[in-house]
C-alpha cells in the first residue's frame, strides 16, 4: 500500500497582524483563528488527513489545533472516513490537527500512549518478552519514552480488552485507546510548535501490527494491579520538561497566563467569532462557571446576552431571536450553586473554598408557600390535605387536634390576606369577604403559587461562606 510522507504536510506561515494588537501580543506575533504564534508551523489538514487515510486508517478527526480536542461530535460513531468527507473538512477547518479514531471492532487501531519512563522496559521484564517493533509516533523526540506504540486490534483484544484503560487508571503512567483518538503524525504539537514524527514503521503493517494477546493480559493486569494496590505506583508531580535546544521552542519570548488566555481568546471585533453549532455549548459552559462563582441568575441571563452579541456568529441578530433560550440557560434546572475554588494555597497548605449553603426552610415558610395557591372556599378538610401533602419529606407534621399548630395554621391566613366564614371545622376560607358578594362566593380569580421557580427563590436565598478545606 502507497502512502504519503509526513514531513512535507506543514509550512511556517506568518499573517498579518492586526493593528490593534497589544504590544505583548503583536512582540510574539499572533496568526489567524485567535492566537496561534507567528512564526510556528500550522497544520495543513487536507495533506494530513490524505496521508492518513492512504495509509490505511479508516477513522479520522480533525483536532483543534491548541486543544487536540476532536472539532466534530460523535467523532467516533461516524461511518468510515473518505476523501470526500475530507475535502468537506478542509473548507471548515484548514489549520486544524488529524486525529486517528479508536473504536473497537477487529482491524481498527488501538494506541498505546507512553506517559512514563520505563514503561517498555517494566513490561519487557515483566513478562519476559521483547516488545513487539510496531507503527510508532513521537510526541516530542527530545522526549524518548513520549511515544504513540499503535497496534490492530484482534479478536482476543476485543474480547480481553472491551474499553479505554485511562491514565487515572494506571497512576498516570499510559493511556491504551480502544475508544478515542491518538494524535496523527504530522500534526503539530500545541507545547513544542513541532509536528508529531513517526520513528518507526513496518511495512507490511502501515498501520501497526496486531497487538500480541500477551500484550493485553499485561494490559488487563496492570490495571487491576493498580485499582488494588495504587501504592505500588504513587503519583509524582511532573516536573516541567525543558527543551533540548533552542529549535525545540516555538514561542522565544515566555508568556504568563494571562496573556497566554488574551491571544487563545482573540484580538477584539476582528477575531472570528464562535461558529454556529458551537454557541449553545459555549453559553451553557458560561453559564455553569458564573452559577459556581455565586452570580444570580438575572444577572447571568444579561451576560450570556452580551456574550451573544459580541462573540457569537450573528452577533445582535442571533441574540434577539434567541433570546427566550438564553433565558432557559440561564435558568435551568441543572445549573448548580457552589463549588469554586478561590485564592492561592495558605501558609499552613489549605485553599479556600466558597460554599453556598441553603437556609434552613422553616415550617411556616413551607405553609406560606402551599397556601399562595389556593382557591377560594376550600374547607378545612381540604387545606389540612394540602397542607400534609406540602410537608412531605421535609422532616416537619402538622396536627389540627394541637392548639400550636392551629394557631400557626391562622398566622399564615392572615399573612396572605384570608378572610374566614366561620370559626368551626366548616369554615372556608375567601380572599375577600363573601358577605359582599351577592352571590355569597369569592368573584375574585385564584391566585396560582409559582411552583415552577420556588427552587430558584430558594437557590437566591443561598447564603455564602467561605471555608477552609
Known amino acids: 500500500m502507497q502512502y504519503e510522507s509526513f514531513t512535507s504536510t506543514t509550512t511556517a506561515v506568518t499573517p498579518p497582524i492586526p493593528p490593534d494588537t497589544p504590544a505583548f501580543a503583536r512582540s510574539v506575533g499572533v496568526g489567524r483563528y485567535g492566537g496561534v504564534p507567528t512564526g510556528i508551523a500550522t497544520n495543513d489538514f487536507f495533506s494530513l488527513a490524505t496521508a492518513q487515510l492512504n495509509r490505511g486508517f479508516k477513522y479520522l478527526t480533525p483536532l483543534h489545533p491548541s486543544t487536540k480536542k476532536p472539532a466534530i461530535r460523535g467523532y467516533n460513531k461516524r461511518a468510515p472516513t473518505t476523501h470526500g468527507d475530507i475535502s468537506k473538512w478542509a473548507e471548515k477547518f484548514p489549520d486544524y ?49 513520549k511515544r504513540h506504540q499503535v497496534f490492530t486490534q484482534t479478536e482476543y483484544s476485543c474480547k480481553h480488552l472491551p474499553r479505554t484503560i485511562n491514565a487515572r487508571d494506571v497512576q498516570g503512567r499510559y493511556d ?44 488487563v493486569m496492570d490495571k487491576a494491579r493498580c485499582k488494588d494496590e495504587p501504592w505500588l ?11 533540548v535546544n533552542d529549535s525545540e521552542s516555538a514561542v522565544q519570548i515566555p508568556l504568563v497566563s494571562s496573556e497566554r488566555r488574551f491571544i487563545q481568546h ?11 453549532g458551537y454557541r449553545y455549548d459555549q453559553l451553557c459552559s458560561l453559564a455553569g462557571t458564573m452559577i459556581s462563582r455565586g452570580i444570580p441568575r438575572r444577572g447571568i441571563e444579561d451576560a450570556l446576552y452580551a456574550f451573544a452579541e459580541d462573540e457569537c456568529e450573528g452577533l445582535r441578530t442571533y441574540a434577539k431571536e ?22 492561592g494555597k495558605k501558609d499552613d497548605g489549605t485553599i479556600g473554598k466558597i460554599v453556598f449553603e441553603l437556609q434552613a426552610v422553616t415550617r411556616h415558610q413551607l405553609l406560606l408557600e402551599c397556601a399562595r395557591g ?64 351577592p352571590k355569597g362566593v369569592c368573584n375574585i380569580n385564584p391566585v396560582q403559587g409559582d411552583i415552577g421557580y420556588s427552587h430558584l427563590r430558594q437557590e437566591e436565598a443561598k447564603k455564602i461562606s467561605v471555608c477552609l478545606t
Open 266 to 276: 482573540g484580538l477584539g471585533p476582528g477575531h472570528p467569532k464562535i461558529p454556529k
Open 322 to 343: 434567541h433570546k427566550k433560550e438564553i433565558h432557559r440557560i440561564a435558568y435551568s434546572n441543572t445549573l448548580r450553586f457552589g463549588g469554586t475554588w478561590i485564592g
Open 233 to 243: 505506583y504513587p503519583r509524582k508531580k511532573t516536573a516541567i520538561e525543558k527543551p
Open 97 to 145: 490537527g488529524v486525529g486517528v479514531v479508536c473504536r473497537r471492532g477487529i482491524g481498527t487501531s488501538v494506541v498505546l500512549d507512553c506517559d512514563s519512563e520505563g514503561l517498555i522496559e517494566q513490561i519487557e521484564s515483566e513478562t519476559g518478552r521483547d516488545f513487539p517493533k510496531t507503527y510508532v509516533v513521537a510526541s516530542r523526540l527530545s522526549v524518548s519514552y
Open 374 to 437: 389556593f382557591p377560594d372556599g376550600l374547607s378545612a378538610k381540604e387545606r389540612y390535605e394540602r397542607f400534609t401533602k406540602a410537608l412531605e419529606g421535609s422532616g416537619y407534621t402538622l396536627d389540627k387536634q394541637l392548639a400550636g399548630d392551629r394557631e400557626e395554621i391562622r398566622r399564615v391566613r392572615e399573612e396572605l390576606g384570608f378572610l374566614s366564614d366561620g370559626h368551626s371545622r366548616y369554615a372556608r376560607w375567601y380572599r375577600n369577604d363573601p358577605c359582599n358578594d
Open 176 to 219: 491504551c485507546k480502544v475508544n478515542g483518538q491518538a494524535v496523527a503524525a504530522g500534526t503539530i504539537h500545541e507545547k513544542t510548535g513541532l509536528p508529531y514524527t513517526v520513528v518507526n514503521e513496518v511495512p507490511s503493517f502501515p498501520i501497526g501490527i496486531p497487538i500480541p494477546d500477551w500484550l493485553v493480559d499485561w494490559l
